[in-house]
C-alpha cells in the first residue's frame, strides 16, 4: 500500500513541477489535446487542455505570473463495469496560476509558484473535497541562449508540493538540458527527458520518455460492493517521438506520440488505496497542440 501510494505520488507532484519549469514560465497560451485508447477494447481516454498565462513586469528581471489552466478529461468507459460509469466520465481540473520570479544573482533567478485547485468530477456543487493546494519553489541557472559557452545549458532545483499526493512534505525536483552541437540536445530529468535533433530554425525531432497522470474528487461515486470510493486517477509512463515546428519565433505547432510503459487508471478510496482498476493495459499515445511562448 506504502509503495503503491509512493509511485502516484512521484507521477502527480513531478508532473505538477514540470509546469512551472517547462510552461508556465515560457508559454502565454497552449490549446492541446491528448488521446489514449483502451488496448481491444472500446474504451478510451481523451483530454483537452488550455493555459493562459500573463506576466506582469515589476521591475527589472522581476515579474508576477498570473494565469489560468483548464483540464477537461473525458473517460469514454465502454466495456462492461459493476456500476454506473456515467458518474465518472468526464473530471475537470483547474488550476489558478500565481508565480513571482527574480533574478537572484548574475547566474541564478528563483521562483515562487502557488495553484489553488479544483479537481472534480463535478456532478454536485462544489465540496471541500474538491480543493487542492499546490506550490513549489524553484532556482534555475539558464544559460542555454550564452554562446561564449561550448555547450550551453540550463539546471533547475526545486522543492515542490502537490496535495494530490498524499506525502505531507514537499519533494525535490531537477532538471538538466544541455546542447550538445548545433543539432543535438538532450534533457535529462523527470517528469520529462528527451534527446533532440534540430533541423533548422523551424523544426526539430525528439525521442522522449514521460510522466503524465491526475488525480480528482469523485463527487457522486458509484456503488462497488460497499467500497468507499472517493477518488479517480490515472499515472502513465510514456515513449516516443516528438515532432515541433515553429511557424514564428512564438507560435509552435507540436505532436508526440508512442506507446505507454506503464499505465494505470483507478478508482481509490479515502486514504487513496486502490479499489477498483479500471485499466492497466498499455496502448497508443497521442498528444498534439498549439503554443505561444516567450
Known amino acids: 500500500m506504502i ?7 512521484i507521477v502527480l507532484f513531478l508532473s505538477f513541477g514540470s509546469h512551472f519549469v517547462q510552461g508556465q514560465v515560457t508559454d502565454l497560451a497552449r490549446i492541446e489535446y491528448s488521446f489514449i485508447p483502451k488496448s481491444k477494447s472500446e474504451d478510451r481516454y481523451s483530454r483537452f487542455r488550455g493555459i493562459l498565462n500573463y506576466p506582469i513586469k515589476i521591475k527589472e528581471a522581476t515579474y ?8 477537461s478529461i ?6 462492461n463495469y459493476p456500476f454506473d460509469t456515467s458518474k465518472i466520465d468526464r473530471i475537470h481540473v483547474l488550476d489558478l496560476n500565481l508565480g513571482y520570479t527574480f533574478k537572484w544573482n548574475e547566474k541564478w533567478r528563483a521562483g515562487i509558484q502557488f495553484n489553488p485547485r479544483i479537481a472534480s468530477t ?5 465540496s471541500p473535497d474538491d480543493y487542492f493546494i499546490n506550490g513549489g519553489i524553484f532556482f534555475i541557472n539558464n544559460r542555454k541562449n550564452d554562446r561564449s559557452l561550448e555547450h550551453p545549458y540550463r539546471l533547475v532545483l526545486g522543492l515542490t508540493y502537490n496535495a494530490t499526493t498524499g506525502i505531507p512534505f514537499p519533494l525535490p525536483f531537477i532538471s538538466y538540458y544541455r546542447e550538445i552541437n548545433n543539432h543535438w540536445s538532450y534533457n535529462a530529468g523527470i ?12 523544426s526539430n525531432l525528439q525521442a522522449f520518455v514521460g510522466l503524465d497522470g491526475y488525480m480528482a474528487h469523485v463527487q457522486d461515486p458509484p456503488n462497488l460492493q460497499d467500497q468507499n470510493i472517493e477518488y479517480i486517477s490515472l499515472s502513465v509512463v510514456v515513449g516516443g517521438f516528438g515532432y515541433e515546428y515553429c511557424f514564428t519565433k512564438h507560435l509552435v505547432a507540436y505532436m508526440y506520440t508512442g506507446y505507454t510503459f506503464r499505465l494505470n487508471n483507478v478508482l481509490r478510496n ?4 486502490e479499489v477498483y482498476k479500471l485499466n492497466d493495459v498499455n496502448a497508443f499515445y497521442l498528444r498534439t497542440g498549439l503554443k505561444f511562448k516567450l
Open 3 to 9: 509503495y503503491q501510494k509512493f509511485r502516484l505520488s
Open 64 to 71: 508576477l505570473i498570473t494565469g489560468v489552466e483548464y483540464n
Open 74 to 79: 473525458v473517460l469514454s468507459l465502454k466495456d
Open 122 to 126: 463535478l456532478t454536485q456543487s462544489l
Open 191 to 202: 517528469p520529462k527527458a528527451n534527446i533532440k535533433y534540430t533541423f533548422n530554425e523551424q
Open 270 to 273: 479515502k486514504n487513496r488505496d
